[in-house]
């Protein structure tokens, strides 16, 4: 069956530590991005690649890196830069590049900051 | 600025009918999108409105006015399953994406 795949699920980190989430996808997609959500707030968006070997920063980048060196997959580090990193961490691709088309989500992944 | 508003929490009972609004300021417009997220999971699509007017499918319905800024998700013959927070999403003229925040959507039976 066609989707992506997060992982971990859930991840516990110290403060200072770097952590990379893993978003893989079999759907063909040429667009991929990484969303966080809080509660109480809507998803933002964090980095988006439109293209293999490409992508540009979202509405709150700083204390993240992504690459895409693959069309299947875009990781996403959290780095001890990210004062505030506990929260739920949700990939998505789409066809399109232009979100006139539905996004499809994986699973989430959940950090905590101990 | 940009802003996405909806309420955030609606109860109703099981079997019964629940409108759920959403009104949105964008810089343009490109369309709007429903997601369903049950809890600790992923977003899930519902639907998208370009043009003014009702779009149904199945149990779901979604109406768009963009003279308004405004659309509504009605969801009808409730069931627990339904129990999820509704995300209402709109497209600016850049075509990114801006995000409310949610409204939790608690059923009774």
């Known amino acids: 069956d066609g989707g992506i795949t997060q992982s971990p699920k859930y991840l516990f980190r110290k403060e200072g530590q770097n952590v990379t989430l893993s978003c893989e996808q079999n759907?063909?997609?040429?667009?991929m991005y990484w969303y966080r959500q809080d509660p109480g707030q809507g998803l933002r968006l964090i980095y988006y690649?439109?293209?293999?070997?490409?992508?540009q920063k979202g509405d709150i980048a700083e204390g993240y890196s992504v690459s895409r060196e693959k069309k299947e997959s875009f990781p996403l580090t959290v780095t001890s830069a990210q004062k505030n990193p506990t929260a739920f961490y949700l990939c998505?691709?789409?066809?399109?590049?232009?979100?006139?088309?539905?996004?499809?989500f994986g699973e989430g992944s959940r950090l905590t900051v101990l | 600025g940009q802003n996405i508003d909806q309420p955030t929490e609606m109860t109703a009972t099981e079997g019964a009918i629940v409108q759920i609004n959403c009104t949105y300021q964008?810089?343009?417009?490109?369309?709007l999108f429903w997601y369903q997220q049950h809890a600790g999971e992923a977003p899930t699509f519902l639907s998208y409105?370009?043009l003014d007017g009702l779009e149904e499918k199945g149990r779901f319905s979604s109406f768009l006015s963009r003279s308004k800024g405004y659309s509504y998700l009605l969801l009808k013959e409730l069931q627990m399953k339904d129990s999820a927070s509704y995300l209402c999403?709109?497209?600016?003229?850049?075509?990114?994406?801006?995000w409310g925040a949610g409204t939790k959507l608690i059923i009774k039976p």
């Open positions: 998505a691709s789409s066809t399109g590049r232009d979100y006139t088309g539905e996004l499809f």
């Open positions: 759907l063909n997609h040429d667009a």
């Open positions: 690649s439109q293209i293999v070997n490409d992508f």
């Open positions: 964008t810089s343009g417009f490109n369309g």
């Open positions: 409105n370009v």
């Open positions: 999403a709109a497209t600016d003229s850049n075509y990114q994406l801006i």
